[in-house]
């Protein structure tokens, strides 16, 4: 599997890592079951609302902040447990904790950023399932004007490794074109020596 980014990390894909019918069963089953939240984050003494719907599943002691908010996870899913193991076979690593996002539509939007919070680790693998409509993922380095542009689609596996959150940063932006909900699962792994201490 060829390494996608130039210099400074990695980051593999595995397009239609499930079939179309597979994606198809697990975006709808993901869709109607999870608990899709609202969140909020404070900029400047405001609430403002997070332009996606999300919510956070894992083994009970793999906390997690998000929105400037720390989450507990909720208990696993057979759909998710599922997901995770075939991703984990795929990877050769383990994950004991999901952050999903929906994007409702074209306004729906992730802005850009690193995942690079402490309790992941010094370079963490984190897996990242693609389900629904396609979207436009979208990196740049952080010191020079490398740039590159992913399309993800319905039953696509993006894998970012290495040193790849110290030095790129990476963002799903809004989109004028119409857009049916995609549906984003990143599996993640929550280091122990942190977990549940901020
Ligand atoms: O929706 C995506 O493809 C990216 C999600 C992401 O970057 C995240 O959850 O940290
Ligand atoms: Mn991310």
């Known amino acids: 599997m060829d390494n996608l980014i130039p210099f400074d990390g990695e980051l593999y894909l595995y397009r239609n890592f499930y079939s179309l019918p597979e994606s198809d069963c697990l975006f709808a089953?993901?869709?109607?079951?999870?608990?899709?939240?609202?969140?909020?984050?404070?900029?400047?003494?405001?609430?403002?609302?997070?332009?996606?719907?999300?919510?956070?599943?894992?083994?009970?002691?793999?906390?997690?902040?998000?929105?400037?908010?720390?989450?507990?996870?909720?208990?696993?899913?057979?759909?998710?447990?599922t997901i995770r193991k075939s991703i984990e076979r795929q990877c050769r690593c383990r994950f004991n904790s999901v952050l999903a996002n929906l994007y409702r539509d074209g306004n729906d939007s992730m802005g850009c950023h690193a995942d690079d919070e402490k309790e992941l680790g010094q370079n963490p693998v984190i897996a990242s399932l693609s389900l629904g409509d396609q979207r436009v993922f979208k990196l740049h380095h952080k010191k020079c004007r490398e740039k590159l542009d992913i399309v993800l689609s319905h039953g696509d596996l993006l894998v970012m490794a290495g040193s790849l959150q110290h030095h790129w940063l990476h963002s799903v932006p809004k989109t004028k074109k119409l857009k049916t909900p995609r549906i984003n699962l990143t599996f993640r792994e929550i280091e122990a020596a942190t977990r549940g201490t901020n």
């Open 29 to 81: 089953r993901l869709q109607a079951e999870l608990a899709w939240q609202e969140e909020s984050i404070f900029i400047y003494g405001r609430q403002v609302k997070v332009p996606r719907l999300m919510c956070w599943y894992g083994d009970s002691d793999a906390w997690y902040q998000y929105s400037g908010v720390n989450h507990q996870p909720l208990p696993w899913t057979p759909t998710l447990q």
